[in-house]
Nanobody, 129 residues
Framework: QVGLVESGGGSVQAGGSLRLSCSAS????????MGWFRQRPGEEREAVAS??????????YSDTMKGRVTISRDSNNQNTALLQMNSLQPVDTAVYYC????????????????????WGQGTQVTVSS
């Protein structure tokens, strides 16, 4: 069974940092594009970042958190996607979701949540002022 499990969420003060991790199982995610989205209370899910698979590792960022986040794959386990988040602000409070495509390239429509093949359950990030 295919599964994505996020970890690393929690509470942090404004200006702080967190690193989220997404572990995949049941599928060769090293071959597929992986990404991160977030959903703030009362709002739609929005794209944060994505990374190509199959050894490409090209990264993409939306304007949502650009310049404050870095997406990568664990060097020891290409089935794990990481999201380093810095300079967090209260507006970044949200549930952060990991997602994956079966295909290796994220493509120009990677920001469209409904197009992704697999989703994790999400991890809460709370930033206090």
């Amino acid at each position: 069974q295919v599964g994505l499990v996020e970890s690393g969420g929690g509470s942090v003060q404004a200006g702080g940092s967190l690193r989220l991790s997404c572990s995949a199982s049941g599928y060769t995610y090293e071959s597929g594009c992986m990404g991160w989205f977030r959903q703030r209370p009362g709002e739609e899910r929005e794209a944060v970042a994505s990374i190509n698979g199959d050894g490409d590792s090209t990264t993409y960022y939306s304007d949502t958190m650009k310049g404050r986040v870095t997406i990568s794959r664990d060097s020891n386990n290409q089935n794990t996607a990481l999201l380093q988040m810095n300079s967090l602000q209260p507006v970044d409070t949200a549930v952060y979701y990991c997602a994956a495509f079966r295909r290796p390239r994220c493509g120009i429509n990677w920001r469209v949540a409904s197009l992704w093949d697999y989703w994790g359950q999400g991890t809460q990030v709370t930033v206090s002022s």
